[in-house]
RNA sequence: GUGACUGUAGUUCAAUGGUAGAGCCCUGGAUUGUGGUUCCAGUUGUUGCGGGUUCGAAUCCCGUCAGUCACCCCA
């Protein structure tokens, strides 16, 4: 039997409802804040992630599916949108001239991880993204809406996260005091921590070992180190949050694995997700754009994986089933309602049949398995006698129509 | 990449080293043209794969592949 590679899944349609449900859940929310969907491409030349994620972060690292095209050039299948979406805005010669441009996407994201539950190696996102203002109100507009979405979506238990890793300059200063503190306790932490401590430092605040819980208590909080601007920036975010009843945690041990955000950093984390425990990330990231060529714009966004919100979800109820099961009695009567189906069809009715089995029993049982909402039934008696029957399948209820009134039922059908 | 656990029917799971089973699903039947509930009957297997130990292996051992979960990290 063929198989599927690992950590990628098939969606059947018994959680296609909830599924969609999500996406268009965040299409909504998306729109109403004149968001405009951008559709990227599912493969980039390398450099755009290596340059945008950051070539030592672990993404960029050992995560990518990296392979190269017949010209030898190097090609990888998106990790994340953020990258993409910021190659595309600097490359489009129209859009990057606008202030405030805001777009959202969707779609497959890939990373060569070991699968396990919330993490697959093939998964979906949306994401929003806001270039062209460094206004703090973008912040909040993004963060407002991922929280409308969780609300919308009936997400219960979770807590955002926000934290301010401050820019360019004042980070430096940070990081200055922070491995000053760190170094003489370095003996005592673990490997991971010796090698974040010159690749990067700021994830030293991240290590959950508890061998580095002592030492991690007492670090510094970058919070008292930014510079005027980024707190005052910090400050205002949160101050638009509470100000519109968005409750947040502050934590200021909140790095990311990504190279790219500067000010505002946030997570959306719950613990019901296993080993995972974020549903949506995102930051501003004011410097990416002249990074990748373009003029100097400040910009912000988030991304939130589907398949983890699904996770988080109550089961919903199945599917809607189709409006009319058609039954028959075999080879004439067959070809009398199948005569039918492209009038049934106009009126915006969907059907389902199974040619294959006469009996009635067999027919009905088929009807009943697919939810169907009523059952025609036109065999060789009907036909005779110029009738058809329409059984109510939730009441049980039959009744007889004339066959030459069949447009006027159904006609009679829509008005209800 | 590292580690732990698990691989038996379509599915969920049983089976002291001694003839591979059950529920659900599916198919058929219970006044032959009427579903759901109920009752009856029936189909379904290279026990993931390859070796080894044994008179005998689903069961024990080794390898391999797959899955799940966790670590690192991340949505």
Same mark, same amino acid.
């Given at each position: 039997?063929?198989?599927?590679?690992?950590?990628?899944?098939?969606?059947?349609?018994?959680?296609?409802?909830?599924?969609?449900?999500?996406?268009?859940?965040?299409?909504?929310?998306?729109?109403?804040?004149? &968001?405009?969907?951008?559709?990227?491409?599912? #493969?980039?030349?390398?450099?755009?992630?290596?340059?945008?994620?950051?070539?030592?972060?672990?993404?960029?690292?050992?995560?990518?599916?990296?392979?190269?095209?017949?010209?030898?050039?190097?090609?990888?299948?998106?990790?994340?949108?953020?990258?993409?979406?910021?190659?595309?805005?600097?490359?489009?010669?129209?859009?990057?001239?606008?202030?405030?441009?805001?777009?959202?996407?969707?779609?497959?994201?890939?990373?060569?991880?070991?699968?396990?539950?919330?993490?697959?190696?093939?998964?979906?996102?949306?994401?929003?993204?806001?270039?062209?203002?460094?206004?703090?109100?973008?912040? &909040?507009?993004?963060?407002?809406?991922?929280?409308?979405?969780?609300?919308?979506?009936?997400?219960?238990?979770?807590?955002?996260?926000?934290?301010?890793?401050?820019?360019?300059?004042?980070?430096?200063?940070?990081?200055?005091?922070?491995?000053?503190?760190?170094?003489?306790?370095?003996?005592?932490?673990?490997?991971?921590?010796?090698?974040?401590?010159?690749?990067?430092?700021?994830?030293?605040?991240?290590?959950?070992?508890?061998?580095?819980?002592?030492?991690?208590?007492?670090?510094?909080?970058?919070?008292?180190?930014?510079?005027?601007?980024?707190?005052?920036?910090?400050?205002?975010?949160?101050?638009?949050?509470?100000?519109?009843?968005?409750?947040?945690?502050?934590?200021?041990?909140?790095?990311?694995?990504?190279?790219?955000?500067?000010?505002?950093?946030?997570?959306?984390?719950?613990?019901?997700?296993?080993?995972?425990?974020?549903?949506?990330?995102?930051?501003?990231?004011?410097?990416?754009?002249?990074?990748?060529?373009?003029?100097?714009?400040?910009?912000?966004?988030?991304?939130?994986?589907?398949?983890?919100?699904?996770?988080?979800?109550?089961?919903?109820?199945?599917?809607?089933?189709?409006?009319?099961?058609?039954?028959?009695?075999?080879?004439?009567?067959?070809?009398?309602?199948?005569?039918?189906?492209?009038?049934?069809?106009?009126?915006?009715?969907?059907?389902?049949?199974?040619?294959?089995?006469?009996?009635?029993?067999?027919?009905?049982?088929?009807?009943?398995?697919?939810?169907?909402?009523?059952?025609?039934? #036109?065999?060789?008696?009907?036909?005779?006698?110029?009738?058809?029957?329409?059984?109510?399948?939730?009441?049980?209820?039959?009744?007889?129509?004339?066959?030459?009134?069949?447009?006027?039922?159904?006609?009679?059908? #829509?008005?209800?």
């Amino acid at each position: 039997m063929l198989k599927k590679p690992p950590g990628i899944e098939d969606v059947f349609p018994d959680r296609i409802t909830k599924w969609n449900h999500i996406l268009n859940t965040a299409a909504d929310v998306f729109s109403m804040f004149n &968001y405009r969907e951008i559709i990227i491409p599912v #493969i980039e030349f390398t450099e755009v992630f290596a340059r945008g994620i950051g070539a030592d972060t672990d993404i960029v690292s050992k995560e990518m599916f990296t392979f190269e095209d017949r010209g030898g050039r190097s090609l990888t299948l998106r990790p994340e949108g953020t990258a993409s979406v910021v190659r595309a805005y600097v490359e489009n010669g129209e859009y990057n001239r606008l202030s405030a441009c805001k777009f959202f996407y969707r779609g497959q994201m890939f990373r060569a991880e070991r699968p396990q539950k919330g993490r697959l190696r093939q998964f979906n996102q949306f994401g929003a993204e806001m270039f062209g203002s460094g206004d703090s109100y973008y912040d &909040y507009e993004v963060i407002l809406m991922m929280d409308l979405i969780s609300r919308k979506l009936n997400i219960k238990d979770y807590t955002l996260l926000i934290n301010s890793i401050g820019c360019k300059e004042c980070r430096e200063d940070y990081i200055q005091v922070l491995k000053a503190y760190y170094k003489p306790l370095l003996g005592s932490m673990c490997k991971d921590c010796n090698n974040r401590f010159d690749k990067n430092p700021l994830r030293l605040l991240d290590c959950k070992k508890e061998s580095c819980a002592e030492p991690k208590k007492d670090a510094p909080d970058i919070t008292g180190y930014i510079c005027d601007n980024c707190s005052n920036h910090h400050y205002r975010v949160m101050d638009y949050l509470q100000k519109s009843g968005v409750a947040y945690t502050e934590d200021p041990r909140l790095v990311r694995g990504l190279d790219y955000y500067t000010k505002t950093t946030f997570e959306f984390v719950t613990d019901k997700l296993g080993g995972q425990n974020a549903f949506a990330a995102g930051g501003r990231y004011d410097n990416l754009v002249e990074l990748f060529g373009g003029r100097a714009t400040p910009a912000v966004g988030f991304a939130s994986g589907i398949e983890r919100l699904f996770l988080l979800m109550d089961e919903e109820a199945g599917e809607t089933g189709i409006d009319y099961f058609l039954i028959h009695s075999g080879s004439e009567s067959l070809k009398v309602i199948t005569a039918l189906i492209p009038k049934i069809i106009s009126f915006n009715l969907s059907i389902d049949i199974d040619p294959e089995k006469t009996g009635f029993k067999a027919q009905f049982k088929k009807a009943n398995r697919e939810n169907a909402k009523h059952a025609l039934i #036109i065999g060789d008696n009907e036909i005779e006698s110029g009738k058809f029957i329409v059984k109510d399948m939730i009441t049980g209820e039959q009744k007889i129509y004339d066959l030459d009134k069949f447009d006027h039922y159904l006609k009679s059908q #829509i008005k209800n």
